[in-house]
């Protein structure tokens, strides 16, 4: 009753105030691509998490965060029970320390240990030789510590942004990274810190580490490089580590307000409550390539293709690569709209899971398992040279909004 009544008030006042909202500097902005990278596990996130997931009745928001850190990477989360133990804080942590390798404190940190972490490496090798300049948020100071020991033994110049950034500092080290446009240099940014006001376009790949459960917060983090004196083409990659909480943070946001409106900001109020069978989803970890894309019931099998080219005249298999390739630029646009209003109107119930993230079938999903259109998928997100043996599913959406 309240939301209605707000909007009622909303339209009344329209008439009378003249708002000019970002939306309207879009059209003459660069292209942007955004990718939903999704990442496999390692079984050392597969153990720690099921773990995790064993314990949902004691303290739920305080497990979720340790999920989070989890499918960062469990070094981040071994380091916070350790500290915890030795702090003497009361909390048991000894089941969920059971469920790392022994000794696992003493070992370096291994790469190989999340999916993401693996991914990201290849990833900013790849940029280097790109000579593309990176910006990479995340919502964990850890893991921000974490990312930034990484980026400097492969040889990167990192600058950082976070909440410890003296404020007289943080608009020269912006100033620097970009005027330098140095492929050298990274820059680390807090989502919340950094997710407001700053102008990065010395960059033109941003990669969102991790997701917040407001979408809002991502939307803005990720506009950082995409904005007013941006002269190239945008590349933002969100990376997700499949089957677990971070799939359950997307799919919420998608629900909630639309992934558009990830990308673009609405009029829309976002509540962070979690209601009891939600909860029981949270905490459910599922061994699969993309969660997501199982929801949706998709007829895709993840080549590529929007649903009325599947249940349509154009095949993608039976055009040779120069008409497929040229294909995707024609229709990304055009299509995208009418895919989403009229297929789906006609073949969802609404009552079915998949039709509150109706707005992922404007996107064009894609799998491994389809070596011709995952290479496709590769070339255009800059990762043709690329094994990404941890990838296991992706999403892409080419716009001009």
Known sequence: MCYNEADAISEKFSDCFLRRTSTINNSYLPNRNDYILFCAPSAVQKSVLASICALMNEEPFVLIDMMRKASNHPAILFKKLSSAINKDTGADYSQLLRAFPKDYGNQPVNIADSGK????VEMMACFRQMEECVVVLSNFTKTLDMLSSLCSSLGFRVLRLDGQTPVSTRQT?????????????????????????????????LILFDLDWNPATDMQAMARIWRDGQERDCHIYRLVTAGTVDEKILQRQIKKTGLHSV??????????????DELTNIFTLNDTKCETHDLLNCDCAGQGSLPNEVHGETGVHDKDEAN??????????????????????????????SFLMTELFRWRHYSPVHADTWMYLKSIAGFSNLPLSDLTFAFHLSSKL
């Open 173 to 205: 080290i912006v100033k620097l990274f970009n005027t330098e446009g140095n492929p050298e240099n990274v820059f680390l940014l807090s989502t919340k810190a950094g997710g407001l006001g700053l102008n990065l376009i010395g960059a033109s790949r």
């Open 324 to 353: 497929f390739l040229s294909d995707h630029m024609q229709t990304e646009e055009e299509k995208k709209d009418e895919v989403a209003n009229d297929f789906l109107a006609a073949t969802i119930d609404k009552d079915d899971e």
């Open 117 to 120: 972490l693996s991914v990201f």
């Open 263 to 276: 990308i673009v900001p609405n009029e829309q109020n976002f509540r962070t409550t979690c209601l009891d």
